[in-house]
């Protein structure tokens, strides 16, 4: 970043020169007083700017991320060691974040590429494998070498990677043939390395999503995906170290009488063993490696001329000797439940051990106070005040400080007010310097230079004449920087989801099925895979892979049985009609209401003010790219004279109440009065907060009408609200009723209006006449409803997660009250609240009292959906306003309401979730700057059915490596899509499949518009030649029919050649009877342009029917039967057809010389 100056303007004071005088002298212990906030970050980064790397030390997890970003604005590429979570479970998941997390820093520091790296306390009590073994382990892989496919594979078995059918996360590998896909740990994306012979031929950068190359590079380095691995030796020492502790422990329970115990813990141990003699790094070592691995501390990765830097020393040192306590405590507790062996209570490092590893190296105390071991320099500094947006204050004291003959540094968060403090210093006469370009630009005293960056607090330091303004001094919140997320190129089809044996699909002109898998079948010496799909009465379909675009893996409510259709019979027909007819209607109504609208007279609101722009630049983040559309987009839609009718999409915390905001403001800078009508009380009480603080500083009047409010306010709201005084009244229900008059409404913004009634939704149809209206949705849209609706239903989507959402981390393990305590006092002790989700009413306030007994201090609120509406409103808004700790509840937690403080879930029997269920509520926490965590428990002794230990395997594959996360997400999309839609069309929807009536809806919009609908053939294709992917090429049957979709949905030439494309760059040069089909796939679509239904062979005679109404010019069948006379029959009468004599031999050139005569005719009938 451009912070050069401020780091040298440190660096110059005569305090900070000796301090640096001292260390390079060999002093080991140095303190520097005076120093907080960001003021530590600015000298951790002046003193790294002295040729030292800098480790930070924090007192906790929030406040190393709180310096981890000043120091990532100050000084660039920063990296961050996190903890980790020492929890003696042998059989819990966890996701993996936090590790590949310090992986990335200690390859950085083994590279020697980190020159700074931020870490809390408590990371530095896990110990890692030795510097050595990290950078042997370390694959460094480049084009043109030799290291042979076999060997590299053995290498990332070694290194801890896993190998999958496909590789979508990172620690994961996968093999076709010659080419190899790994995700390296730190990477942003996989790479394909493809080998000829043991040589490396080419390395690509993987696109995760759609598994295709992007871009090709010259090496990779992949780094080890444990921060643990074993050599064949050691496993044999911990074995035995093992062995020789259980004896102990197991002698110790028996003592006890606790023989039931001694004889589980000795069953769990072996299956711990069996793990560690097979994998050189499993996840349970974290657990074991006190029995004899060979490890090292952090420290050890450091170079020789690091400096640690302890933020706060005292306050680290209280935190560290906590977290030790409380993991001797949670050992403790194992111990007595005789679930560890004695030797783990050494699992982390003890705070003397530490301790004595800090007196090896040189450690700079920084303090706020004068105290500490060693020499200290006093350092007299002070944080900036605060100016809370009055902006000619804060230049009134810029221009103070520049008059002072001090270098006055400002640091903003976003163009829009780098541009607004501009001008208002320029008219103040102050003539600010742009900190731009080069990083070594000198600047004067007395010079005030303005620059993009985002610290937490700025300060004033006399000693060297420096004054520092951060974007929150001034404007009085800091403008957050949006981290944009890399997003996958859309390869024009969308992402099949994957479809295994026993999914029920839907077949176009069958109706729903059980696919049974693909079965390969031979006719006449002609070989073909088909998929197998039985119907009702065990009657089996086996539809060619070239059709397979024809079905859809059924999506509908979840847990509801689903009721297979009878093959061939009239049932189906008469559900897609009449779903055809629902469908019809609602389209109908709505291009109705979308073309009156476009008739209809309303307010055309004028352009943005300067108080509008004043409103914009003091949102405290920085704005996502698809906010700043939507923003535009509503913007625009107002200043139209139509009335504007606009649905805004997107999860929660992504935005959207920000764009509704920014439409709210507009409408009353142009002295209209708006509406905010939401479903629920605690969402009006949410709203009316954040539109009163983001507003505060505008004279514009907001109220609330809800239950909250007594009749007396309730009367004075109307009397004020008729007169005109009342710009924003934000509620429930209560505005739809008839004494609420509004004396000139010119916006209404409902939320979530699929959770009004019917009554109240005519109710809002009335309001809405003539008046613009901004609808917003938390439900998450797919990609094809909104382009199917995109003709009826103006729509706004945003996608962009906003920046700051650290992963959540999540775990899958064995319920105990330990767990349960340590999670929620973890969470209390930061001030947060928790989730507890424990989904059977009956039994919940059994669980309260369990609670009560386990954290006593901590309030508990129930909520679940058989309570009285009001009570459970009331619980809600209580615990929205931090009245309770804990929220004990069913799986209801409200969808649209944003509680950043809630960062810990805890779900009790997770082996009855579904995958996106268990993303929709671990999508619960997260919402904040903090790291969250997610609980999945299971009852370890319960007896699991076969489809609950399924789905408990996928959730922890999920957690582990991320996989399935894509099917979980358009899982909760097409459920979503029933909330746009209203229960009716749901119903439909339903009836038919989300694919299925997507397609309707589309094919209705276009009928309804005038526009053209291709009624497509489906070709019948009876060719002799081999079309099928053998097992040798796809051995995956999940991504065999992911490939033969994609085949099948070939349309045109750049089609057929994507396809080729990406089977090459996937699983290497495909062989004949692949390429035959992908042909097959390309002359079916012509032939369905051409109204060709049948295309079949015998010998060398090729015969192509048509329908009756296929769109064939009579002259251009007379132009090519003369250009082909002698060698093609024609037959009028009945189904027009004509034979061909072709050479056969070469299956492929048959397919050739097919698509060719297709070609011409299309040619003569084209000219």
């Keep these: 970043m451009n912070f050069g100056y401020i780091v040298r303007s440190i660096q110059q004071s005569p305090q900070f020169?000796?301090?640096v005088k001292e260390l390079e002298g060999g002093s080991r212990r140095v303190n520097m007083s005076g120093l907080s906030g960001s003021r530590s970050a600015f000298w951790a980064a002046a003193l790294a700017g002295k040729g030292f790397p800098v480790v930070m030390v924090c007192n906790s997890g929030a406040r190393a991320r709180e310096v981890l970003e000043d120091l990532r604005s100050i000084a660039g590429r920063v990296y961050y060691y996190p903890p980790l979570q020492p929890i003696l479970y042998n059989d819990m998941v966890h996701s993996m974040e936090a590790e590949w997390e310090r992986i990335s820093t200690l390859d950085a520091l083994a590279?020697?590429?980190a020159d700074m790296m931020v870490a809390p306390a408590e990371a530095l009590f896990f110990p890692v494998m030795p510097s050595d073994r990290y950078k042997k382990t370390t694959l460094i892989i480049r084009t043109g070498e030799e290291p042979g496919m076999d060997r590299v594979l053995e290498r990332l078995v070694t290194a801890g990677y896993e190998r999958g059918y496909m590789t979508e996360g990172p620690g994961q590998f996968s093999v076709r043939g010659g080419i190899l896909d790994i995700f390296p740990v730190g990477s942003p994306s996989p790479c394909r390395i493809e080998f000829f012979g043991d040589m490396v031929d080419s390395i690509r950068i993987l696109d995760a999503d759609s598994q295709r190359s992007v871009d090709k590079i010259d090496g990779i380095r992949v780094p080890p995906c444990r921060e643990l691995l074993t050599e064949p030796e050691e496993r044999e020492r911990i074995l035995r170290n093992m062995d020789v502790d259980l004896s102990k422990t197991v002698e110790r329970l028996n003592a006890f009488g606790l023989g039931d115990r001694a004889e589980e813990l000795k069953e769990d141990t072996a299956a711990v063993k069996a793990a560690i003699a097979t994998e050189s790094g499993t996840r349970l070592l974290g657990n074991y490696w006190m029995y004899g691995c060979e490890t090292v501390s952090l420290f050890d990765y450091l170079d020789k001329n690091c400096l640690v830097v302890l933020d706060n020393p005292v306050r680290i040192k209280e935190e560290a000797e906590r977290f030790h306590g409380d993991f001797i405590d949670h050992y403790n507790d194992r111990r007595e439940k005789g679930k560890v062996l004695l030797r783990q209570q050494h699992r982390i490092l003890a705070p003397v051990q530490v301790e004595i590893m800090l007196d090896k190296i040189r450690v700079v105390g920084i303090t706020d106070i004068l105290k500490g071991q060693g020499i200290t320099f006093g350092f007299s500094t002070r944080g900036m005040e605060s100016f809370h947006g009055k902006l000619p204050l804060a230049v009134k004291e810029i221009a103070r400080l520049r008059k002072d003959g001090y270098l006055v540094g400002v640091l903003v968060g976003s163009d829009s007010r780098l541009g607004t403090l501009r001008e208002e210093l320029v008219k103040n006469d102050i003539h600010p310097a742009l900190a731009e370009g080069s990083t070594d630009r000198e600047f004067p005293a007395g010079t005030v230079v303005l620059g993009r960056g985002t610290v937490k607090e700025g300060f004033l330091f006399p000693g060297a004449k420096l004054a520092v303004f951060s974007d929150g001094d001034i404007f009085g919140t800091?403008?957050?920087?949006?981290?944009?997320?890399?997003?996958?190129?859309?390869?024009?089809?969308e992402v099949f989801t994957e479809l295994s044996p026993g999914d029920y699909v839907v077949h176009e002109n069958q109706g729903i099925g059980i696919y049974k898998g693909i079965q390969e079948l031979k006719v006449e010496n002609i070989k073909r895979d088909y998929l197998k799909i039985e119907y009702r009465n065990g009657d089996m379909l086996y539809l060619p892979t070239?059709?397979?675009?024809?079905?859809?893996?059924?999506?509908?409510?979840?847990?509801k049985k689903v009721r297979v259709s009878k093959m061939g019979g009239r049932e189906w027909a008469k559900t897609k009609a009449s779903v055809k007819r629902a469908i019809e209607g609602m389209a109908r109504e709505l291009l109705q209401l979308y073309a009156a609208r476009e008739a209809a007279a309303g307010h055309a609101f004028g352009g943005d003010t300067v108080w509008q722009k004043q409103f914009d630049d003091l949102f405290p983040f920085e704005e996502t790219p698809d906010q700043i559309r939507c923003i535009e987009e509503t913007k625009r839609d107002m200043e139209r004279r139509r009335p504007m009718d606009r649905l805004l999409c997107g999860d929660v915390g992504y935005g959207k109440t920000e764009v509704a905001m920014r439409a709210a403001f507009k409408a009353v800078m142009d002295g209209k009065q708006v509406a905010m009508l939401v479903p629920t009380t605690i969402l009006a009480q949410q709203h009316y907060n954040t539109f009163r603080q983001r507003m505060e500083q505008f004279p514009i009047n907001i109220e609330m009408m809800s239950r909250f409010r007594t009749a007396g306010q309730q009367q004075e709201i109307l009397r004020l609200l008729k007169e005109g005084n009342i710009d924003i009244l934000i509620g429930t229900h209560r505005l739809l009723q008839q004494d609420v008059v509004f004396k000139d409404l010119g916006l209404l913004?409902?939320?979530?209006?699929q959770r009004f009634g019917v009554r109240h939704k005519e109710a809002i149809k009335r309001l809405k006449e003539n008046i613009d209206v901004l609808t917003l949705t938390a439900t998450p849209i797919p990609r094809t409803l909104h382009m199917s609706m995109a003709g009826i239903r103006d729509m706004s989507v945003i996608l962009d997660p906003p920046r700051d959402r650290f992963p959540v981390e999540t775990f899958i393990v064995e319920q105990s009250d330990r767990l349960i305590r340590d999670a929620i006092q973890r969470e209390l002790g930061r001030n947060g609240q928790v989730y507890f989700v424990h989904n059977r009413v009956h039994s919940i306030e059994k669980m309260a009292r369990e609670l009560h007994a386990l954290?006593?201090?901590?309030?508990?609120?129930?909520a679940h959906g058989q309570m009285d509406e009001r009570a459970l409103e009331r619980v809600m808004?209580?615990?929205?306003e931090r009245r309770y700790d804990i929220l004990l509840c069913t799986t209801i937690i409200e969808n649209g309401l944003d509680m950043p403080n809630v960062n810990t879930i805890i779900v009790t029997d997770s082996d009855r979730l579904g995958l996106s269920q268990m993303y929709q509520l671990k999508g619960r926490v997260g919402r904040s700057n903090r790291i969250a965590y997610a609980y999945f428990t299971y009852r370890k002794d319960k007896v699991l059915t076969e489809a609950a230990e399924k789905r408990l395997k996928a959730i922890k594959e999920f957690t582990e490596f991320g996989s399935g996360f894509r099917i979980a997400l358009r899982d909760l999309e097409i459920r979503g899509a029933g909330n746009i839609l209203g229960p009716e069309q749901h119903g439909h929807m339903m009836a038919v499949g989300y694919d299925l009536y997507c397609k309707l809806l589309d094919q209705t919009v276009k009928e309804l518009k005038g526009l053209p609908v291709e009624q497509r053939v489906e070709p019948q294709l009876d060719l002799e030649v081999d079309a099928y992917i053998s097992d040798s090429y796809i051995p995956d049957e999940k991504q065999k029919v992911e490939i033969y979709r994609r085949i099948a949905s070939i349309d045109t030439f750049d089609?057929?050649?994507?396809?080729?494309?990406e089977l090459c760059d996937r699983f290497g040069e495909p062989a004949g009877p692949v390429t035959n089909l992908l042909l097959l796939s390309h002359i079916k679509s012509m032939c369905q342009r051409l109204g060709i239904q049948a295309v079949s062979q015998r010998d060398n005679a090729i015969k192509f029917e048509f329908t009756q109404k296929a769109p064939v010019e009579p002259r251009a069948l007379v132009a090519f039967l003369n250009e082909y006379a002698g060698r093609v029959k024609f037959k009028a009468s009945g189904r027009p057809s004509f034979t061909f004599r072709v050479e056969t031999g070469d299956p492929y050139k048959l397919l050739l010389s097919i698509k060719g005569i297709i070609e011409k005719i299309i040619c003569f009938n084209n000219g």
Aim: charged share 30%; proline share 3%; no cysteine.
């Design 1055 to 1061: 089609d057929y050649l994507d396809v080729y494309e």
């Design 855 to 862: 954290v006593p201090g901590a309030t508990i609120g129930i």
């Design 17 to 19: 020169i000796e301090a």
């Design 111 to 113: 590279s020697g590429g």
């Design 749 to 753: 913004v409902v939320d979530e209006e």
């Design 478 to 493: 800091a403008k957050k920087r949006f981290r944009a997320v890399p997003k996958a190129k859309k390869q024009g089809i």
């Design 877 to 880: 808004l209580d615990f929205l």
């Design 546 to 559: 070239y059709q397979s675009h024809l079905i859809q893996k059924y999506v509908g409510a979840e847990g």
